[in-house]
């Protein structure tokens, strides 16, 4: 793995949103991925505590179903655990075998666990992978803009992730921000008024800080 262009490997700063996300070079399911080949696309990087277990077994099987539906956005996904490479293939063919359903997008092998320290998924004094159920959404410029944490007996919900996508793309493309628990389709909210004259021009019926309007 090229660990040149990972930053604090040896004593990490948690990542925010807005930071640049490390690069890297490593082995997976589908071969050497580097993070830089995904530059014009948004990404869903994850990682999972363990292969063969049956949170992240659930998880996979989900992420799988509806990787089209991500496609859809222009987003990839990227698998990360500490297992080895060896280990992952093994799961990935028994998921299929035993669930019928193939996981195509590639899942890295960090065993020495540094792009996972890299990321703040792990502390520098961590000695295993335990606690790790991270999701960072990387738009097409490799910028975080968003992190989700989750621990490790709860499952992420990939309809939740789909939507995280898609209200970022249309945050972004419309200027606007999405309200609690919008949908493609609902009501997008401008951003509040900041001086007295903005407030003046709210429209008649409308609150000066809580403006909706249509996409």
């Known amino acids: 793995m090229d660990t040149t262009s990972l930053r604090g490997t040896e004593a990490p700063v948690a990542l925010r949103l807005n930071d640049k996300a490390p690069g890297f070079t490593a082995r997976s399911t589908a071969g050497e991925v580097s993070l830089s080949s995904y530059h014009g696309r948004w990404l869903l990087f994850f990682s999972h505590p363990a292969d063969f277990t049956s949170v992240c077994t659930s998880e996979f099987i989900a992420l ?53 320290r890299a990321y703040g998924m792990l502390d520098a004094s961590s000695e295993n992978s335990g606690t790790v159920r991270a999701t960072y959404v990387i738009d097409p410029d490799g910028f975080i803009r968003a992190i989700v944490w989750y621990p490790m007996n709860v499952g992420r919900s990939v309809e939740e992730l789909l939507r995280l996508v898609e ?32 407030a003046a021009q709210t429209a008649d019926g409308q609150s000066w800080y809580y403006r909706e309007r249509r996409a």
């Open 167 to 198: 209200a970022l793309q249309t945050s972004q493309r419309e200027c606007a921000l999405t309200p609690e628990g919008w949908h493609p389709g609902d009501a997008l909210v401008e951003p509040a008024a900041v001086s007295m004259e903005d």
């Open 64 to 116: 799988s179903r509806a990787q089209e539906k991500f496609g859809r956005l222009n987003c990839d996904l990227l698998g990360l655990s500490v297992d080895s490479l060896y280990s992952h293939v093994a799961w990935l063919r028994d998921i299929e075998r035993s669930f019928g359903v193939k996981v195509t997008f590639p899942l890295i092998e960090d065993s020495s666990m540094v792009i996972a």
